[in-house]
């Protein structure tokens, strides 16, 4: 057993900076470096994008930069990497990977992919209830698209204990990916709930990478943190007993504090005393915090409960299509020229027959984040864009909000600033709702890869 080890945080999800891993990967000194790269939507995304392009290998769409910035200071330092970027189809991101070492001249490494997450073939007859609206899962059947459960870190510490020095998973739970190196290089056992509430609670902290030093933190005059364009990812150091310093590298920005390490922990937790996981229900109640250096928060003390019998599973579905677009007003009179553009859009909609479940009109710089909670005497913007939204149940109907939005450019109001479409204005709804289902309903396998 090691006295401690080292774990490194490299994404806190799918959109996330490459280069703080890659520096976490060449000056941390990591024993593991571990990437969290899905959010609920994710796969679900991912199935709606298989569906309409059959050459999606189905993972993580910057697997190859990832694996390309951090590959070869792992490989020289001997840094383990542990990711859930293998989404819908972990086995295709392990042969990536497996592609990316042979290419960097890495022969003979392990790399170990983990599946069993995806049961969109049986969840209807696996689960009974959704839990957002109580209603049972049979009424998702028409529209179901995907649904993965949440695995825990067993499999993960099995990969690791038969030698894989990568190992890339499905949908696990995000803690569990951090506390996966802990089980297996301290030897924990799958119910020690003391340790593994500790090390969850670890994980947690490292789930989102640079939330903890000070990203989604900073607030100009009061809470500043140094150079929020450098922000480091954290770094875990962490003994048998699962007590941890908190740490980045030297000469990054941002920093780790008590209040950086606070905000974390309660950061989406809805009972800080049961803050359920696959591997253990924990309880930060319990919680000990100290600042023992410069950037360095000494945690300990997180409690641990046995976890539940069942697992928590997000399923995916089609909930029809969204057209949006926007254009600009600016200078004296901005808003004036909004509302009646908005009265325009309003009427136009009406002759064009819009078949919506919901419409938006949205004055941003005013009214656009609280809605109709935006105080009456707000004062007036000197610069407007106006975002137009529907949703509707079919694309032709979603199609509509951009063509009426064009015909603004010569038949709207005076000073309309225009932008060319770039992009595509209709994207499909996919709705995420959640449910329950038996542990044991659903069995995890790993699957071996070598380069």
Not at 348 to 367: C, K, P, Q, S, W
């Given at each position: 057993m090691?006295?401690?080890?080292?774990?490194?945080?490299?994404?806190?999800?799918?959109?996330?900076?490459?280069?703080?891993?890659?520096?976490?990967?060449?000056?941390?000194?990591?024993?593991?470096?571990?990437f969290?790269?899905?959010?609920?939507?994710?796969?679900?995304?991912?199935?709606?994008?298989?569906?309409?392009?059959?050459?999606f290998?189905?993972?993580?769409?910057?697997?190859?930069?990832?694996?390309?910035?951090?590959?070869?200071?792992?490989?020289?330092?001997?840094?383990?990497?542990?990711?859930?970027?293998?989404?819908?189809?972990?086995?295709?991101?392990?042969?990536?990977?497996?592609h990316?070492?042979?290419?960097?001249?890495?022969?003979?490494?392990?790399?170990?992919?983990v599946?069993?997450?995806l049961?969109?073939?049986?969840?209807?007859?696996?689960?009974?209830?959704?839990?957002?609206?109580?209603?049972?899962?049979?009424?998702?059947?028409?529209?179901?698209?995907?649904?993965?459960?949440?695995?825990?870190?067993?499999?993960?510490?099995?990969a690791?204990?038969?030698?894989a020095?990568?190992?890339?998973?499905?949908?696990?739970?995000?803690?569990?990916?951090?506390?996966?190196?802990m089980?297996?290089?301290?030897?924990?056992?799958?119910?020690?709930?003391?340790?593994?509430?500790?090390?969850?609670?670890?994980?947690?902290?490292?789930?989102?990478?640079?939330?903890v030093?000070?990203?989604?933190?900073?607030?100009?005059?009061?809470?500043?943190?140094?150079?929020?364009?450098?922000?480091?990812?954290?770094?875990?150091?962490?003994?048998?007993?699962g007590?941890?310093?908190?740490?980045?590298?030297?000469?990054?920005?941002?920093?780790?504090?008590?209040?950086?390490?606070?905000?974390?922990?309660?950061?989406?937790?809805?009972?800080?005393?049961?803050?359920?996981?696959?591997?253990?229900?924990?309880?930060?109640?319990?919680?000990?915090?100290?600042?023992?250096?410069?950037?360095?928060?000494?945690?300990?003390?997180?409690?641990?409960?046995?976890?539940?019998?069942?697992?928590?599973?997000?399923?995916?579905?089609?909930?029809?299509?969204?057209?949006?677009?926007?254009?600009?007003?600016?200078?004296?009179?901005?808003?004036?020229?909004?509302?009646?553009?908005?009265?325009?859009?309003?009427?136009?909609?009406?002759?064009?027959?819009?078949?919506?479940?919901?419409?938006?009109?949205?004055?941003?710089?005013?009214?656009?984040?609280?809605?109709?909670?935006?105080?009456?005497?707000?004062?007036?913007?000197?610069?407007?864009?106006?975002?137009?939204?529907?949703r509707?149940?079919?694309?032709?109907?979603?199609?509509?909000?951009?063509?009426?939005?064009?015909?603004?450019?010569?038949?709207?109001?005076?000073?309309?600033g225009k932008?060319?479409?770039?992009?595509?204005?209709?994207?499909?709804v996919?709705?995420?709702?959640?449910?329950?289902?038996?542990?044991?309903a659903?069995?995890?396998?790993?699957?071996?890869?070598?380069?």
């Amino acid at each position: 057993m090691k006295k401690s080890i080292r774990i490194g945080a490299g994404a806190a999800w799918w959109g996330d900076r490459v280069e703080p891993a890659q520096l976490n990967a060449e000056r941390g000194e990591l024993d593991y470096l571990c990437f969290e790269t899905m959010a609920e939507a994710t796969v679900s995304a991912a199935q709606v994008r298989a569906r309409r392009d059959p050459s999606f290998e189905g993972y993580d769409t910057y697997l190859d930069d990832r694996m390309q910035a951090v590959l070869p200071a792992c490989m020289k330092n001997g840094t383990r990497i542990v990711s859930n970027q293998g989404w819908i189809n972990p086995d295709a991101a392990a042969r990536r990977i497996v592609h990316w070492l042979q290419k960097l001249g890495h022969k003979g490494v392990k790399v170990a992919s983990v599946n069993g997450s995806l049961i969109t073939d049986r969840v209807l007859s696996l689960t009974q209830k959704i839990m957002e609206n109580g209603q049972p899962t049979s009424t998702l059947a028409p529209n179901l698209i995907s649904a993965e459960a949440y695995l825990g870190a067993e499999p993960i510490a099995q990969a690791l204990a038969a030698g894989a020095q990568i190992v890339v998973t499905g949908r696990v739970a995000d803690p569990s990916i951090f506390m996966a190196p802990m089980m297996h290089e301290f030897g924990w056992s799958p119910t020690d709930w003391a340790k593994l509430g500790q090390g969850t609670g670890i994980g947690h902290l490292m789930e989102c990478g640079a939330q903890v030093t000070g990203g989604y933190f900073s607030d100009p005059g009061f809470k500043d943190v140094p150079e929020p364009w450098n922000f480091g990812f954290p770094i875990a150091e962490v003994q048998p007993d699962g007590t941890t310093v908190l740490s980045k590298v030297a000469g990054t920005g941002g920093d780790i504090n008590l209040r950086t390490v606070k905000e974390q922990m309660l950061y989406e937790v809805h009972d800080p005393a049961n803050y359920l996981t696959p591997d253990v229900v924990v309880d930060f109640t319990s919680a000990k915090l100290e600042q023992v250096g410069p950037g360095r928060v000494k945690v300990w003390g997180i409690g641990g409960k046995p976890r539940t019998p069942t697992l928590k599973v997000s399923i995916g579905c089609t909930e029809g299509f969204i057209g949006e677009d926007m254009f600009f007003y600016a200078g004296p009179g901005a808003l004036r020229r909004a509302e009646l553009a908005k009265r325009v859009l309003t009427e136009r909609f009406r002759i064009v027959g819009l078949g919506a479940e919901e419409v938006r009109i949205d004055f941003l710089g005013l009214n656009a984040i609280h809605g109709a909670a935006t105080p009456p005497d707000a004062p007036e913007p000197y610069e407007i864009a106006v975002r137009v939204a529907a949703r509707t149940r079919t694309r032709e109907q979603a199609n509509k909000v951009g063509r009426e939005v064009d015909g603004m450019a010569v038949s709207g109001i005076g000073h309309t600033g225009k932008r060319v479409p770039h992009a595509d204005r209709v994207r499909e709804v996919i709705g995420v709702w959640s449910s329950l289902v038996p542990r044991e309903a659903v069995p995890a396998s790993v699957s071996y890869f070598e380069s």
